[in-house]
């Protein structure tokens, strides 16, 4: 079994880092750049095999942000844990400098890139915050497309952090969100037959609330 965490890198640079919080999770005192390493340091054992998947644009502050935070921040996380890793790239093509190479296959091939890396056994760990929303569209699709053909594979946990810029002498903060349920939701809907929406949204409505 191996351990895959999956993010794409943060677009933009900011003058100061917000201050992340969830009521889905304990994230105690620590103080992390990205939502990925909270949920890396929560789920990481002495002795796992690990995979670490993350969407870069090779653009300034794209490869600032993960050259000089996150890769490091990450690093410092495996490391603690005594892990077996691999930290492994997925290009992202640039909207502005490499433009003329954009088309209807640009993203279709990074789910091809993200799911090709992904194999039986595994255990999918998600964070679905940064990036354009055709990137982490992509890495669901390839996610769910791993569950359902490869064997024995799960996404375990699935999260957004949804940022508030906060005003005046209120500091700005992103609320760590578990979105893990959409998953699975997905998954079930994707299977119902044609003529059965009466019978699954009495169903969903039972579940949800």
């Not at 909270?38 to 002495?46: I, W």
């Not at 870069?56 to 490391?79: A, F, G, M, S, W």
């Not at 990074?110 to 990137?135: E, P, S, W």
């Amino acid at each position: 079994m191996r351990k895959v965490f999956i993010s794409t890198i943060k677009m933009k640079k900011e003058d100061q880092a917000p201050v992340f919080q969830s009521r889905d999770f304990d994230l105690g005192d620590k103080k992390f750049f990205a939502p990925i390493s909270y949920l890396m340091d929560a789920n990481l054992e002495s002795g796992d095999d690990v995979l670490v998947l993350t969407g870069v644009t090779d653009t300034d502050v794209p490869r600032e942000n993960y050259e000089q935070h996150l890769k490091p921040e990450l690093q410092r996380i495996l490391e603690a844990h005594h892990v077996t890793y691999q930290i492994q790239e997925v290009k992202e093509p640039d909207i502005d400098t490499e433009r003329e190479i954009q088309d209807s296959l640009t993203f279709s091939e990074f789910f091809r890139a993200v799911a090709d890396c992904l194999q039986d056994g595994d255990r999918i760990y998600a964070d679905m915050t940064y990036g354009m929303k055709c990137y982490t569209l992509g890495m669901f699709i390839a996610m769910a497309y791993a569950a359902k053909a490869g064997v024995d594979v799960d996404v375990e946990r699935m999260i957004y952090a949804q940022f508030y810029k906060g005003e005046k002498e209120t500091p700005a903060t992103s609320d760590i969100i578990d979105i893990t349920s959409l998953f699975y939701i997905n998954t079930m809907v994707s299977n119902a037959a044609s003529g059965q929406k009466k019978s699954m949204d009495n169903f969903l409505k039972l579940m949800i609330g």
